[in-house]
Antibody, heavy 123, light 107 residues
Framework: QVQLVESGGGVVQTGRSLRLSCAAFGFAFSRAAIHWVRQAPGKGLEWVAVISTDGSKTYYTDSVKGRFTISRDNSKNTVFLQMNSLRPEDTAVYYC????????????????WGQGTMVTVSS | DTQMTQSPSSVSASVGDRVTITCRASQGLSNWLAWYQQKPGKAPKLLIYAASNLQSGVPSRFSGSGSGTDFTLTISSLQPEDFATYYCQQANSFPYTFGQGTKLEIK
């Protein structure tokens, strides 16, 4: 079955770390850019980070730069989001999503999403 | 960062109605804009990419138009399953940004 499956969410105290995983099934994972998008409770969507197909390029939203690191292991069809120095405002459902872009210049839409994993940062 | 402003924030409509949602960007996007539908407790679903391209499997009652800074999503004849929240997303430059969402409710 073609899908993305996130795991690793949970409740953590302010300042601690958490690592999320996004496992891919049923498609050519090594040819897909993978994004993380989050959604705080009752709020809208916020793009977090992206990693290129070979892992050589990564981009982040400003609020997580220096704290979050996105990486991938193409041999395991998995993308990771290492989240350090967590803050209450990081509390959200975290989705991984596959990027699709016909231009080859990072104009991605997200055509496949996981079910999400909840991260709660308590103060 | 590119700011995305959707209007309206919410709209009430009836089955069979035609509904239009607009999205305005703070800077030009060419046609690098996508639209998503999200139902409560579910992940978003891609409807439209590159402003006007219908994603595979999405009903043809959904359509998108626009370029530059002004974009629209139109649902030509609302069906019961269309009541949801809709988001636009700019894919012109990092950081990607989303509109605040438009909640489509049953009248």
């Amino acid at each position: 079955q073609v899908q993305l499956v996130e795991s690793g969410g949970g409740v953590v105290q302010t300042g601690r770390s958490l690592r999320l995983s996004c496992a891919a099934f049923g498609f050519a994972f090594s040819r897909a850019a993978i994004h993380w998008v989050r959604q705080a409770p009752g709020k809208g969507l916020e793009w977090v980070a992206v990693i290129s197909t070979d892992g050589s390029k990564t981009y982040y939203t400003d609020s997580v730069k220096g704290r979050f690191t996105i990486s991938r292991d193409n041999s395991k069809n998995t993308v990771f989001l290492q989240m350090n120095s967590l803050r209450p405002e990081d509390t959200a459902v975290y989705y991984c999503a596959r990027g699709v872009d016909s231009s080859g210049y990072w104009h991605d839409a997200f055509d496949m999403w996981g079910q999400g994993t909840m991260v709660t940062v308590s103060s | 960062d590119t700011q995305m402003t959707q209007s309206p924030s919410s709209v009430s409509a009836s089955v069979g109605d035609r509904v239009t949602i607009t999205c305005r960007a703070s800077q030009g996007l060419s046609n690098w804009l996508a639209w998503y539908q999200q139902k409560p407790g579910k992940a978003p679903k891609l409807l439209i990419y590159a402003a006007s391209n219908l994603q595979s499997g999405v009903p043809s009652r959904f359509s998108g138009s626009g370029s530059g800074t002004d974009f629209t999503l139109t649902i030509s004849s609302l069906q019961p399953e269309d009541f949801a929240t809709y988001y636009c997303q700019q894919a012109n430059s990092f950081p990607y940004t989303f509109g605040q969402g438009t909640k489509l409710e049953i009248k």
